[in-house]
């Protein structure tokens, strides 16, 4: 009998997606793996049961966790799940770890062995498994669908014979990954689009989609991208002269997005009261970063904010779960992929190596212990040498799901772009 993946229904009554798809049950299979669905789990996905057993999993029950060797999840474990967890778990997840210490703490507690996904790093080996990227395009895509809706008013021009509706405006502050598929939904739908972004990388990026680009093009701008590709902090003097290019463009906007995160920190505030004071009514407001404080002001996670003025602020919580059918697919993608790393071909077992750059990247805790370098404690032995986590870990864009995108070097904060995950999905 092989080793015992099992995907487990999520518990959080906000989290519609699951950790495994039809397919990727046919790929762990052929790994050599027994694969065991929670009954219900992919349900909220548009994935009955049948479905999975169709592609050669058992259907089961919560608790035949306690006999699994690997745990697929979409939202770290909680202290009553992880009880019936085995030591030794290998348990894959997007694991939401800073601002979270006692969490972490109860994972090393448990035994498992907890990588978080969204400590990926952005290499071309780790493309298919870059589950911030896979879920930010849906998020992107979905704020515009949102934004719309909200709106109830037609984004493209439209000339009849009894007149011409004008096209909308719409505005994306931030161009990561969720920022440039807002872009090309927003142009899909016939908006006139533009967009702001802190490094000068993304005005070529901006301009290929078919939108505008606006942004403060001073000395400071044209250095604010590192090595790396990723974004800097700007100085609160850039910060102010943004503010004022930006505070006049938004009041002329219908629908502004704003999509800005910083690993670990909360969100920056873009939009002030005073900027969405001056809307006109109507317009909207979507904020991809509300789980993290928003980046608008008055914005309220979970729901939609109407103003004094008539504008609407949307807020909602995991934006990529309002689209889990879609979401699901590409994230269980993900996690085959990366699991897939961790398989000896030759046994067909688990053998993870722990000196291989991804494991190091993105293994939280270990053999009871917190081991990853950003959360062990001082007088703690770390498992993984800091040094030894590659530089370029995935950076936060804001929709990258109930997760804050991580840095392995706790000193570059970064925003939220990366050059390697700028075309994916983008259509």
């Known amino acids: 009998m092989g080793q015992t993946v099992f995907i ?45 057993a169709s592609a050669g999993a058992a259907i089961g029950k919560a608790s035949d ?38 969490a972490v703490a109860a994972l090393a507690k448990a035994g498992v062995t907890a990588f978080s996904m969204e400590f990926m790093p952005r290499i071309t080996r780790a493309q298919s498994m870059d589950v911030l990227s896979s879920q930010a ?37 931030g161009v990561g990954v969720a920022g440039l598929q807002a872009i ?3 142009r899909r739908l016939g908006a006139v689009v533009t ?30 991208e590192t090595a790396g590709g990723y974004a800097k902090e700007m100085s609160k003097e850039y910060q102010a002269k943004q503010a004022a290019l930006t505070s006049e463009h938004i009041a002329k906007q219908d629908i502004v997005i704003t999509t800005a995160l910083i690993p670990g920190r909360p969100a920056p505030k873009l939009v002030s009261a005073a900027m969405v004071a001056s809307m006109k009514p109507g317009s909207v407001l979507v904020d991809l970063a509300v789980e993290r404080g928003g980046n608008v002001e008055g914005a309220e996670a979970g729901k939609v904010v109407t103003t004094a003025n008539n504008v609407k602020i949307v807020g909602h919580l995991n934006v990529p779960g309002r689209i889990a059918a ?10 085959f992929a990366f699991l897939e790393t961790l398989v000896d071909k030759t046994t067909k077992t688990l053998a993870v190596n722990r000196d291989d750059d991804l494991v190091k990247a ?6 009871g212990r917190v081991v990853h370098p950003n959360f062990v404690k001082a007088d703690q032995q770390p498992h993984v040498e800091p040094a030894a986590i590659p530089a370029k870990t995935m950076v936060a864009d ?30």
Do not use: C, H, W
């Open 398 to 427: 804001a929709s990258d799901k109930p997760a804050a995108a991580k840095k392995a070097a706790p000193k570059k904060p970064a925003a939220s772009k990366s050059p390697s995950s700028k075309s994916k999905g983008i259509a």
């Open 137 to 173: 395009n849906l998020a992107g895509y979905q704020a515009v669908i949102d934004g719309a809706s909200e709106y109830d008013r037609a984004l493209p021009m439209m000339m009849t014979a009894a007149g011409t509706v004008p096209a909308a405006k719409v505005f994306i502050m």
């Open 362 to 367: 993105t293994m939280l805790t270990d053999g």
């Open 184 to 186: 090309a939904t927003a």
């Open 65 to 102: 966790v306690a006999k699994a060797d690997v745990v697929l999840k979409v939202r770290r474990p909680g202290d009553a799940e992880l009880k019936s967890y085995k030591p030794g778990t290998a348990v894959i997840a997007i694991m939401d770890p800073y601002g979270n210490d006692a």
């Open 326 to 335: 879609s979401a699901s697919l590409l994230y269980a993608r993900n996690l």
């Open 8 to 52: 487990p229904r999520e518990l959080d009554a906000n989290e519609p997606r699951v950790a495994a798809s039809p397919d990727t049950v046919k790929r762990l299979a052929a790994l050599g793996f027994d694969v065991v669905v929670e009954a219900g789990a992919g349900l909220n996905s548009r994935i009955i049961d049948t479905d999975y």
């Open 195 to 224: 967009a702001t972004d802190v490094r000068p990388a993304a005005k070529e990026q901006v301009a290929s989609l078919g939108a505008k680009f606006l942004a403060v093009e001073d000395d400071e701008f044209k250095a604010a």
